[in-house]
């Protein structure tokens, strides 16, 4: 099984970061359904350990940290519950091979200026999974990037 970070992750890009706008009829019905299934297994398994009030903290004010909470809350669940991490990384693989998932990092941005360190992103070898970083900015002063790394 892929590592718990790397699944996590993946889930809560899928989750908080638009990463379908702009799909159109790329996304399936099939897609959707099994994105709202997802959604709704982690929705269950948090609610069942009492910390849903994170996922709709998350939900409701997306920031950084509210979203990494969720990250980590999802990695202490897979860790204690395999068939629940088993579940999340069949879905997973499912979405991929649907060609659907992408990570999107640093897009759509307006900004006078930008600095972007260490940002780095992991599509498992085989996966059809497409890995986008820094799109649609639009930047009137400096922009400085730091360590960029994709790997596939």
Do not use: W, Y
């Amino acid at each position: 099984m892929e590592p718990l970070v790397t699944i996590a992750t993946v889930i809560v890009t899928l989750i908080f970061n638009g990463v379908f706008e702009g799909l159109g009829q790329d996304i399936e019905k099939g897609t959707t359904a099994k994105i709202t299934q997802l959604i709704a297994i982690i929705r269950e398994k948090f609610k069942a350990s009492e910390t849903e009030v994170l996922l709709t903290r998350a939900e409701k004010q997306p920031t950084e940290l509210n979203i990494a909470a969720v990250k980590t809350e999802l990695v202490t669940q897979m860790s204690e519950d395999k068939v629940f991490a088993q579940k999340l990384a069949d879905l997973l693989r499912e979405l991929e091979s649907n060609k659907i998932i992408r990570h999107v990092m640093a897009s759509n941005i307006k900004a006078k200026s930008l600095e972007a360190k260490d940002m780095h992103q992991i599509a498992t070898s085989g996966s059809s999974v497409e890995l986008i970083m820094g799109c649609g900015l639009e930047i009137e002063g400096d922009v400085k990037f730091g360590n960029l790394t994709q790997e596939s």
